[in-house]
């Protein structure tokens, strides 16, 4: 089974992967780290990110891993570089380039198929573009105002007001919704929850319900 978790930044995306993972025996795999462990390769061959030719040619050199929540740049453990929001910025633009998106999603799929098609994978475009044929779609989606202040708490935020992280969201947000390569939207038949007022524990058992649903799986009451 695969289960697609979508959504913008600062709706829990990650932490529900995780842990619906962890409750179905499954591994996870968090896309975003692969984008940006290719921006930062971009970087590191100190090319123009403007330049698209030359960031396409960066990323196919490199060699991107990710192991059981690590990161791997050409062998390198780069889980933490890839958070700061330098690299935040740069994995944007980058994943923005259709070529880039080819190469890692190749990546992806390879990493999904090597698990023999059983894994929860969470991103911004699986359940439209990666595996638009996935088990179970949910998009992840919650206000504005609630995923500034839960963007705050993050290590990455590296002490931005609030204030300066929802600009931040909104740029992002528009950026990847109106990218005319994989664009974040919900897939059709995806099932949204709005995070806003649900605790952690209730959006995790409101995808498992829905996982449950899927494979057929009786709930325990």
């Known amino acids: 089974m695969v289960i697609a978790i979508d959504g913008p930044g600062g709706v829990g995306k990650s932490t529900v992967a995780r842990r619906v993972a962890f409750s179905r025996g499954l591994e996870y795999l968090d896309t975003g780290a692969t984008y940006r462990a290719a921006a930062l390769a971009a970087v590191r061959a100190e090319v123009d990110l403007d330049d698209s030719s030359a960031v396409v040619s960066a ?12 990161t791997l740049l050409d062998g390198e453990d780069v889980s933490t570089e890839i958070r700061t929001p330098q690299a935040t910025a740069a994995s944007s633009a980058v994943a923005a380039i259709a070529e880039v998106r080819e190469i890692v999603v190749a ?22 573009v990666v595996f638009p044929e996935a088990d179970l779609k949910i998009f992840l989606t919650a206000r504005p105002e609630v995923r500034a202040a839960r963007r705050a708490g993050d290590p990455e935020a590296d002490g931005a007001a609030v204030t300066e992280i929802h600009a931040a969201l909104e740029q992002r947000d528009h950026a990847d919704s109106t990218r005319e ?28 319900g829905q996982a449950d649903r899927v494979s057929g799986r009786p709930r325990l009451l």
């Open 59 to 70: 990323v196919a050199a490199a060699t991107i891993e990710y192991r059981r929540g690590i």
């Open 107 to 128: 990546m992806q799929r390879a990493w999904v198929d090597a698990r023999d098609g059983k894994a929860v994978v969470e991103g911004r475009d699986i359940g439209t």
């Open 181 to 208: 390569v994989s664009p974040l939207r919900p897939a059709p038949d995806a099932y949204v929850i709005d995070t806003s007022d649900m605790p952690l524990d209730a959006v995790i058992g409101e995808v498992l």
